[in-house]
T-cell receptor, first 111, second 113 residues
Framework: GDSVTQMEGPVTLSEEAFLTINCTYTATGYPSLFWYVQYPGEGLQLLLKATKADDKGSNKGFEATYRKETTSFHLEKGSVQVSDSAVYFCALRQAGTALIFGKGTTLSVSS | KAGVTQTPRYLIKTRGQQVTLSCSPISGHRSVSWYQQTPGQGLQFLFEYFSETQRNKGNFPGRFSGRQFSNSRSEMNVSTLELGDSALYLC????????????FGSGTRLTVV
């Protein structure tokens, strides 16, 4: 079945460092891809999305490009802030199925 | 517009009891999904409803059930609670459009003692 694999965390960075969180997927067909973020004590918030190959999703300085050839959707940010500390989830959705999540990657940014 | 509302936010129950959680989706969203989140298993899909019909179901025992009403509000019920049912239960609503993501509520934190 469909699945999402994320890099293991935690990821610990200093403020203003470059961030990459790897995400790869296995799916038949052409899924839509998403990144969600969860802050402590809260539900998940949609961070960005891409619906077809080569689409780039972006929001709040975060970017991810839908790479069908490598089945990847890596999350990047050029300069992280302390306020970016959270858990990040990669997810996919296909027609007729529910949203499928990766295990999540915890990001901790120190000043 | 109002987001996804889940009630209650926190709940403590005793093993063997049953519990009902409620979710009100964003106005106009007819699809509601439920997830269980635990530190060990991450986010696991429970079930999805669309227009009062269960459309998808995850791999959970029959003690977990749900329903959706004509106004799209949804409830999930867990009977004969076990300690392992302690988790954050998240509800999400969405449009049927595949390109749209889900909008999540803040969740109900269930503790079984």
């Amino acid at each position: 079945g469909d699945s999402v694999t994320q890099m293991e965390g935690p990821v610990t960075l200093s403020e203003e460092a470059f961030l990459t969180i790897n995400c790869t997927y296995t799916a038949t067909g052409y899924p839509s891809l998403f990144w969600y973020v969860q802050y402590p004590g809260e539900g998940l918030q949609l961070l960005l999305k891409a619906t077809k190959a080569d689409d780039k999703g972006s929001n709040k300085g975060f970017e991810a490009t839908y790479r069908k050839e490598t089945t990847s959707f890596h999350l990047e940010k050029g300069s992280v802030q302390v306020s970016d500390s959270a858990v990040y989830f990669c997810a996919l959705r296909q027609a007729g199925t529910a949203l499928i999540f990766g295990k999540g990657t915890t990001l901790s940014v120190s000043s | 517009k109002a987001g996804v509302t889940q009630t209650p936010r926190y709940l403590i129950k005793t093993r063997g009891q049953q519990v009902t959680l409620s979710c009100s989706p964003i106005s106009g969203h007819r699809s509601v999904s439920w997830y269980q989140q635990t530190p060990g298993q991450g986010l696991q899909f429970l079930f999805e409803y669309f227009s009062e019909t269960q459309r998808n179901k995850g791999n959970f025992p029959g003690r977990f059930s749900g329903r959706q009403f004509s106004n799209s509000r949804s409830e999930m019920n867990v009977s004969t609670l076990e300690l392992g049912d302690s988790a954050l239960y998240l509800c999400a609503s969405s449009l049927r459009d595949l390109a749209q993501g889900y909008t999540f509520g803040s969740g109900t934190r269930l503790t079984v003692v």
